[in-house]
């Protein structure tokens, strides 16, 4: 059984910092392709970064200022994000599928286990 956890959320000012995490149980995530999403009010949820056994992905919009990573050894896929914008705010989401989309896709309906989402908030 496929369970994930996003935490990291908060609030912050624009340009700064927040680091997301999405914990696996039952499961080992190095093993898997790991998509991040968001869906911010009145939106759609749209891919941020991906993270495969050979690539990662950025979508254009977070590209430089988000960093994704592995930690093996806490079973986790982080999302470092620097130089907060107030776009960024919405609910972030990690989601992980036995059959994933190339990392670039950054197609949500690929992906069938998701996580509960974290909320972002960037104030002006």
């Known amino acids: 059984q496929f369970s994930l956890a996003e935490s990291g959320g908060g609030t912050v000012q624009s340009g700064g910092s927040l680091r997301l995490s999405c914990v696996a149980s039952g499961f080992t995530l190095s093993a898997y392709t790991i998509g991040w999403f968001r869906q911010a009010p009145g939106k759609g949820r749209e891919g941020v970064s991906c993270?495969?056994?050979?690539?990662?992905y950025y979508a254009d919009s977070v590209k430089g200022r988000f960093t994704i990573s592995r930690d093996n050894a806490k079973n986790t896929v982080d999302l470092q994000m620097n130089s907060l914008k107030p776009a960024d705010t919405a609910v972030y989401f990690c989601?992980?599928?036995?059959?994933?989309?190339?990392?670039?896709?950054?197609?949500?309906?690929?992906?069938?286990?998701w996580g509960q989402g974290t909320q972002v908030t960037v104030s002006e």
């Open positions: 993270i495969s056994d050979s690539n990662t």
């Open positions: 989601a992980t599928d036995t059959d994933p989309p190339p990392c670039d896709s950054g197609d949500p309906l690929a992906y069938d286990y």
